[in-house]
């Protein structure tokens, strides 16, 4: 299941971060790959899934060489995980992987012709070869059933939390028993249908958790017991969608919980806070770490101590807030939810608030959640992104430390431009805008805080590379009450996914002053400029509907 956004070529940096990692060999040929086929796509894209992040996933180019052949290896965090091939917008599979040597082969000739394309031998060679005949069966089956098939979720989120499973399970079954249709001929590989089933349950779980999210009611027992496979393998694409849609249901209740029980949420126990201190402080004294350690043993022995642990935290106080947050949240993880649950959502604690911090408050926060964390593959995923997320370091540093911004763009690192000022936004846009005739300029507004935004601008260097170089990308954060960030954050974000253009941030007094000339002024809202200077939209196409969004672009520069 191809549901994720390529965006990052990072895996062979990993080889280092995980000396306990098996890898995944993947080696093979394109046979009859003619010299054009090779000049327009001479690599080939492996990618696959961390259970962290459904909008990304981790890739590798293999490169082609003159007589077809590749080699490229991955790292495996799970003992079986789908992997994707994607050769040049051309050909598309999914295959599942595991520690070992898998071969793939397919005709540079039969590429868009062929019923079957991709042959394979190595690990799970069976299941591999036998998944197109899957798919084939599994979409005549679904085409053929308009209840549980073409129109089954048409009526779905309206049915009762009992008819909504009973659907979900009729949906699984029809979908597995493609299985033994594809297989008739054959004998069924036990890998794929155990392939399969995984995706087809958990089809069922994310659905149901989708379902008991918009209809704002408690899973049944069997979903919560359900959580205890987030760590089994196969790692597949629906497994990382069935565990995002979890992390969601579990932000309802963390967030009921806080509103509900205040007092508990906001603090720790004692011997809890005393331990953090003591690992986490600088210039302890002896003295003051031997204290520490008798209230992380035997608690409070009078009133004095909390004063004490008060005036050691005050001294440390920006870093023990990053470790007291996260365990006041993992406090109430422990209260809603059982073990694997509770690790799975420790990890994605940080997966899911990366944007907020530095990189050295990552890597920080990184640390100490691996140390709370007994699941290798949940640690491994963590770290797997974490890296991702600060391998930008010295570009991002450079970006921070900048000082020389001014009211026209300067650029700061190449392709990033920055511009302030404390005119007013209407003055101090036109002034920029000016600045661009001759040029089509995408205009991009955004905050940081907001998650739609983010999801937005995931898509930015993927529509930067199908419109011409010459057009600019105007980025316009828009700061309100509700959501403040540091400068340097701001720019952290912009290095780390790749946000190409001239960057304004504006306060909430400017914003109001560009209601009418942005209008909408809402967040993940895009505007068109032409090169004239004239507006062509106002309310642009967005930067997901990729190929819409470039087309729009390019006939707006040739106005």
């Given at each position: 299941?191809?549901?994720i956004?390529?965006?990052?070529?990072?895996?062979?940096?990993?080889h280092?971060?995980?000396?306990?990692?098996d890898s995944?060999?993947?080696?093979g040929?394109?046979?009859n790959?003619?010299g054009?086929?090779?000049?327009?796509?001479?690599?080939?894209?492996?990618s696959r899934?961390?259970?962290?992040?459904?909008?990304?996933?981790?890739?590798?180019?293999?490169?082609?060489?003159?007589?077809?052949?590749?080699?490229?290896?991955?790292?495996?965090?799970?003992?079986?995980?789908?992997i994707?091939?994607e050769?040049?917008?051309?050909?598309?599979?999914?295959f599942l992987?595991?520690p070992?040597?898998?071969e793939?082969?397919f005709?540079?000739?039969?590429?868009?012709?062929?019923?079957?394309?991709?042959?394979?031998?190595g690990?799970n060679a069976?299941?591999?070869n036998q998944?197109?005949?899957?798919?084939?069966?599994?979409?005549?089956r679904?085409?053929?059933?308009?209840?549980?098939g073409t129109?089954?979720?048409?009526?779905?989120w309206?049915?009762?939390?009992s008819?909504?499973r009973f659907?979900?399970?009729?949906?699984g079954?029809?979908r597995?028993?493609?299985?033994?249709?594809?297989?008739?001929?054959?004998v069924?590989?036990?890998?794929?249908?155990?392939?399969?089933?995984?995706?087809?349950?958990?089809?069922?779980?994310?659905?149901?958790?989708?379902?008991?999210l918009?209809n704002?009611?408690?899973?049944?027992?069997?979903l919560?017991?359900?959580?205890?496979?987030?760590?089994k393998?196969?790692?597949?694409?629906q497994?990382?969608?069935?565990?995002n849609?979890?992390?969601?249901?579990?932000d309802q209740?963390?967030?009921?919980?806080?509103?509900?029980?205040?007092?508990?949420?906001?603090?720790?126990?004692?011997?809890?806070m005393?331990?953090?201190?003591r690992?986490?402080s600088?210039?302890?004294?002896a003295d003051?770490?031997?204290?520490l350690?008798?209230?992380a043993v035997?608690?409070?022995?009078?009133?004095?101590?909390?004063?004490?642990?008060?005036k050691?935290?005050?001294?440390?106080?920006?870093?023990?807030?990053?470790?007291?947050?996260f365990?006041?949240e993992?406090?109430?993880?422990?209260?809603?939810?059982?073990?694997?649950?509770?690790?799975?959502?420790?990890?994605r604690?940080l997966?899911?608030n990366?944007?907020?911090?530095t990189?050295?408050?990552?890597?920080?926060?990184?640390n100490?959640?691996?140390?709370?964390?007994?699941?290798?593959?949940?640690?491994?995923?963590?770290d797997?992104?974490?890296?991702?997320?600060i391998?930008?370091?010295?570009?991002?540093?450079?970006?921070?430390?900048?000082k020389?911004?001014?009211?026209?763009?300067?650029?700061?690192?190449?392709?990033?431009?920055?511009?302030?000022s404390?005119?007013?936004?209407?003055?101090?846009?036109?002034?920029?805008?000016?600045?661009?005739k001759?040029?089509?300029?995408?205009?991009?507004?955004?905050?940081?805080?907001?998650?739609?935004?983010?999801?937005?601008?995931?898509?930015?260097?993927?529509?930067?590379a199908?419109?011409?170089?010459?057009?600019?990308f105007?980025?316009?954060?828009?700061?309100t009450?509700?959501?403040?960030?540091?400068?340097?954050i701001l720019?952290?974000?912009?290095?780390?996914?790749?946000?190409k253009?001239?960057h304004?941030?504006?306060?909430?007094?400017q914003?109001?002053d560009l209601l009418f000339r942005?209008?909408?002024?809402?967040?993940?809202?895009?505007?068109l400029?032409?090169?004239?200077?004239?507006f062509?939209m106002?309310?642009?196409?967005?930067?997901?509907?990729?190929?819409?969004?470039a087309?729009?672009?390019?006939?707006?520069?040739?106005?």
């Open positions: 299941m191809r549901f956004i390529l965006t990052a070529l990072f895996l062979g940096s990993l280092s971060a995980f000396a306990v990692t995944l060999i993947i080696k040929r394109i046979t790959l003619n054009r086929l090779y000049r327009q796509a001479p690599f080939i894209t492996f899934n961390n259970i962290l992040q459904p909008q990304s996933e981790l890739s590798k180019q293999a490169d082609l060489q003159a007589d077809g052949t590749f080699r490229v290896s991955l790292p495996m965090l799970f003992p079986q995980e789908e994707y091939l050769y040049g917008g051309r050909a598309f599979t999914t992987g595991s070992g040597t898998v793939v082969t005709d540079g000739d039969s590429i868009g012709k062929a019923r079957k394309l991709f042959y394979f031998a690990v069976d299941a591999n998944y197109p005949l899957y798919l084939a069966a599994e979409n005549q679904l085409s053929s059933s308009r209840t549980l129109e089954f979720f048409k009526t779905f309206e049915k009762s939390p008819d909504a659907a979900a399970e009729g949906r079954e029809l597995l028993g493609s299985v033994k249709a594809a297989t008739q001929n054959t069924a590989s036990p890998i794929l249908y155990n392939w399969i089933k995984s995706v087809t349950d958990e089809e069922q779980l994310q659905v149901l958790y989708e379902h008991a918009g704002q009611y408690q899973v049944s027992r069997a919560l017991d359900s959580l205890k496979r987030l760590d393998a196969p790692l597949t694409g497994r990382v969608i069935w565990a849609r979890f992390g969601n249901y579990a209740l963390v967030e009921g919980k806080k509103f509900e029980n205040p007092s508990r949420t906001n603090s720790l126990p004692v011997k809890l005393a331990t953090l201190i690992d986490n600088k210039n302890l004294s003051d770490r031997q204290h350690e008798r209230i035997n608690g409070l022995a009078e009133k004095g101590e909390l004063d004490f642990m008060n050691l935290f005050a001294r440390n106080e920006l870093v023990l807030n990053l470790l007291f947050n365990e006041r993992n406090r109430i993880y422990g209260d809603l939810f059982d073990s694997t649950a509770t690790e799975f959502l420790k990890v604690y997966a899911k990366l944007y907020k911090y990189y050295p408050q990552q890597i920080l926060l990184n100490h959640i691996k140390s709370r964390t007994g699941i290798p593959q949940f640690k491994q995923s963590l797997e992104i974490v890296q991702l997320e391998k930008d370091s010295a570009d991002i540093r450079k970006l921070v430390n900048f020389d911004v001014r009211t026209a763009p300067v650029e700061a690192l190449p392709g990033y431009f920055l511009t302030a404390n005119d007013r936004g209407n003055s101090w846009f036109n002034g920029v805008l000016d600045g661009l001759g040029k089509t300029v995408y205009i991009v507004k955004w905050n940081i805080e907001d998650a739609k935004s983010r999801e937005e601008l995931d898509f930015i260097p993927a529509l930067q199908r419109v011409p170089e010459d057009v600019v105007l980025f316009v954060h828009l700061s009450d509700d959501y403040t960030v540091s400068d340097a720019r952290q974000y912009m290095v780390r996914h790749r946000l253009g001239i304004m941030s504006v306060n909430e007094n914003a109001m942005l209008n909408p002024l809402d967040l993940a809202t895009f505007s400029v032409r090169p004239n200077g004239k062509a106002k309310n642009a196409p967005a930067p997901s509907e990729t190929e819409k969004t087309k729009t672009i390019i006939e707006a520069g040739g106005q």
